[in-house]
């Protein structure tokens, strides 16, 4: 590294937003996702050990996969590079590749390649790496905030190990502004900054698990603010709305609040009432709960709740779900409350809901009785001599298009995991049955 490369760097740690200089450089100072590096977990040894294979990191924004990726950079004797697959090319990982295999066959030294948004890298990029990572020659860190069972190639998959990072808990983010504020060497301590208590529980719920939202709204909020008659800058509740660009609303993701509204939510949907519904959607929304997890609720009401008294719910519900992912927000608003309005006043009816759980029961209870003999497949050479499919009567050959027939396996006649209730299309559907058995008995 020449004069002026050293000073660059210098410059730009110097220079960098506040959540790129508040970084850990050990796991000690990682705060936040225990669940895979608490002590006795296997990441943390193997990171500690020097002994890390390939690892995918996938999460929500500001959660840490970055993070993780910088304090391994800090931690191995490995070589450490970095590509964003945003903007890398083949040649920059053919550049990585020959790199690494000088490393090896020089000095035996392992090179660990970090590829942030893994999941922008199409199909050829990926299997340009597979080689490489299958041999040993790269060891790969991805980081992607989507599904990677979607958006990784498979092979790439199987020779890795997958980490699932959450949202940080409300108090990790508290801890991190509070060491953004007073930490003289990395945060803003120099500027004699003070965060009272409720500013800091407000941007702590508002960052809604990200970190990175709430550490740049302390920097916008420390840099902005006058200084008080004592010389100190003051951030209280009113400078933290203003900084976030939104207004207190008691909504912690991960606290009880969180699933009180959720909860209320989904029962006022349930209980028939819309404007209850539509308060509690507007509750989230605005607190910024993620509309795919709203939508996925939604679902769920219209299946379970609401069933077969009105099939169309579900149709509804699942459209409006893919609609918000291609819309987003804010228009995303108005998909998700017509959604709501429907389930909520949708006839009820959770005996589909119910019919399943019988059924899930009875099979983990009982053996898996044998298929009768004529309602198994009979389109293969053999299956006629071996007596599949025989006598099995088409329904559509009957008047009614049904025709009597057993169905259930031998021991299980008579069983019933179906109760229609009485609601909507459902009384519909039980009336047709009754009509069908009447039918049977004449």
Not at 34 to 61: C, E, M, N, T, W
Not at 141 to 161: C, D, Q, W
Not at 305 to 312: I, S
Request: proline residues 4%; contains cysteine; charged residues 30%.
């Amino acid at each position: 590294m020449n004069l002026f490369d050293y000073m660059r760097e210098n410059t730009m740690e110097k220079e960098s937003p506040l959540a790129s200089r508040m970084r850990p450089e050990t796991l000690d100072e990682v705060v936040g996702q225990k669940h895979i590096i608490g002590k006795d977990k296997l990441l943390y040894r193997a990171i500690q050990a020097d002994q890390l294979g390939s690892v995918i990191f996938y999460g929500p924004p500001g959660t840490g996969k970055t993070t993780l990726a910088k304090v391994i950079a800090h931690t191995t004797k490995a070589q450490f590079r970095q590509i964003n697959a945003t903007i890398a090319g083949k040649k920059d990982m053919e550049d990585v590749v020959k790199e690494a295999k000088d490393n090896r066959g020089m000095y035996g030294r392992k090179t660990i390649l970090f590829v942030d948004e893994i999941h922008r890298f199409n199909k050829g990029q990926q299997d340009f790496l597979l080689p490489y990572v299958e041999d040993g020659t790269l060891i790969l860190i991805g980081a992607t905030t989507e599904n990677p069972y979607f958006e990784v190639n498979g092979a790439l998959l199987s020779r890795s190990k997958i980490f699932e990072l959450k949202p940080l808990e409300k108090e990790d983010i508290k801890e991190l502004i509070r060491r953004a504020v007073y930490d003289v060497e990395k945060g803003m301590g120099s500027y004699r900054a003070e965060i009272t208590g409720e500013a800091a529980d407000f941007l702590a719920e508002a960052a809604g698990g990200d970190a990175r939202s709430a550490l740049n709204a302390v920097e916008l909020g420390i840099l902005t603010t006058d200084r008080g008659a004592d010389g100190k800058v003051r951030i209280d509740l009113e400078t933290a709305q203003e900084c976030i660009q939104k207004r207190a609303v008691r909504y912690d993701k991960n606290g009880d609040n969180h699933y009180d509204t959720i909860s209320a939510f989904i029962k006022s949907m349930r209980g028939s009432d819309p404007d209850a519904a539509v308060y509690y959607l507007a509750r989230m929304l605005y607190a910024g709960e993620d509309i795919k997890f709203i939508a996925r609720r939604i679902i769920i009401c219209a299946a379970e709740d609401v069933g077969m008294a009105d099939p169309q719910a579900l149709s509804v519900a699942v459209n409006a779900s893919l609609a918000v992912e291609r819309v987003g927000m804010p228009e995303a608003r108005i998909i998700l409350a017509e959604a709501v309005i429907y389930v909520a006043t949708a006839p009820k009816s959770n005996a589909s809901y119910l019919a399943v759980d019988r059924a899930m029961a009875y099979v983990k209870d009982h053996p898996a009785f044998p298929v009768p003999a004529h309602l198994q497949d009979r389109h293969y050479s053999g299956a006629a001599k071996l007596g599949r499919g025989l006598d099995y009567r088409y329904a559509h050959d009957y008047p009614h298009h049904y025709v009597k027939q057993q169905y259930l396996p031998d021991g299980m006649e008579g069983t019933v995991f179906y109760e229609p209730g009485e609601n909507g299309y459902e009384k519909k559907a039980a009336d047709w049955m009754e009509f069908l058995k009447k039918e049977e008995k004449e």
